[in-house]
């Protein structure tokens, strides 16, 4: 699929469509589409950035499907603006929107705070100057987010039913604090949001009031294990014929390694801060060298560094000392 793709037809009353996302490597967003049975609301599963590209696409993509927005749910699996960009205005078109109950509390508190608290630990721990006068400046997780918007809550293990399919809504935090998928057993379908990608390795990073983002990434990872998927539908790229079993391994064992990198950094540096750790880890990002590679990537890359250190530290394995600002094994 590319970004100038029609809507394809997945199943009965199931569709994707792609919407573009100007500027940025993921290139588009699968939005996928179940169409409503006679007298059902039909149901939109995420809706790209806050800007007009995408939301011509999302509306373009609606229109060929004869999806109404007044007779339109739109669930959000997750909170970042490649998802959610566009729901103040699927709202005000007249669609319901639908998102996780913890997802939707954590977002709107964090909105309240302008989403400030993850810079103020960044600056503690040594993210370097450049990269966090850029993130100050830009929210680079929240570029081209929606304006606030009203949801009707879900909670794990509620139901979604629309156009002859009943989806099994599963809590998987880690990417986010509150992400969601949905399941079909009878179809033996899953919509992975982000959750789980096929080609490239999901981002995870530490969030404020979360105390370790990458242990509840793995735990929910394990949570999907087992589960009878036959066909994965990620928010970007495709599963490349890869199973979910499979791709669960791969990722676990990724991050295992990437454990192993910090620790071997710190043991061999001990004291050293996490914009140091960051910097000395192996990244496949454009460029060869931690200058080289773009502001945004270079903040992605400290976060998720952040992320690992906590998990780290929650198994007791390292130990952050304030008076330093920097790391040692324990």
């Known amino acids: 699929m590319n970004e100038n793709s029609a809507p394809k037809q997945i199943k009965d009353n199931i569709y994707v469509f792609p919407i573009v996302l100007p500027d940025n490597p993921l290139k588009w967003l699968n939005c996928y589409a179940i169409k409503g049975r006679a007298g059902e609301r039909s149901l939109l599963i995420d809706s790209g ?43 005000e078109l007249g669609c319901r929107l639908i998102m996780g109950r913890k997802e939707y509390g954590f977002m709107r508190a964090q909105q309240e705070l302008n989403w400030g608290g993850d810079i103020d630990r ?19 997780s ?39 998928c949905l399941y079909s057993a009878q179809d033996r379908l899953v919509f992975l949001g982000d959750h789980v990608l096929f080609d490239i390795s999901p981002n995870i990073t530490d969030w404020n009031g979360v105390d370790d983002s990458l242990g509840d990434y793995l735990a929910s990872l394990e949570k999907m294990r087992g589960l009878r998927a036959e066909i994965c539908l990620p928010g970007h790229r495709t599963a490349f014929g890869k199973s979910l079993d499979g791709r669960i391994d791969e990722l676990i064992e990724h991050h295992g390694h990437r454990l192993a990198e910090l620790e071997d950094i ?61 790391y040692i094994k324990r």
Not at 155 to 165: F, K, T, W
Not at 316 to 324: L, M, S
Request: some cysteine; proline content about 3%.
């Open 266 to 326: 710190i043991g061999q540096n001990s004291g050293i801060n996490a914009g140091e750790i960051a910097k000395s880890l192996s990244w496949h990002m454009r460029g060869k060298t931690w200058e080289e590679y773009s502001l945004s990537s270079r903040w992605f890359a400290f976060k998720e560094t952040l992320a690992h250190l906590d998990h780290l530290a929650a198994l007791g394995r390292i130990e952050y000392t304030a008076d330093t600002g920097g």
């Open 122 to 140: 960044a600056m503690r721990e040594g993210a370097d100057a450049a990269c966090l006068e850029n993130a100050r400046d830009n929210k680079q």
């Open 142 to 180: 929240f570029l081209f987010e929606s304006e606030p918007f009203s949801a009707d809550c879900v909670d794990d293990g509620d139901e979604l039913c629309c156009g002859g399919h009943r989806l099994r809504c599963i809590l998987t935090p880690g990417h986010t604090p509150g992400h969601m």
């Open 49 to 91: 950035f806050n800007r007009p590209e995408c939301l011509e696409a999302l509306c373009c993509g609606m229109a060929s499907l004869g999806l109404e927005p007044e007779n339109t749910d739109v669930f959000f699996t997750h909170l970042h603006a490649d998802h959610t960009g566009n729901a103040h205005a699927l709202e």
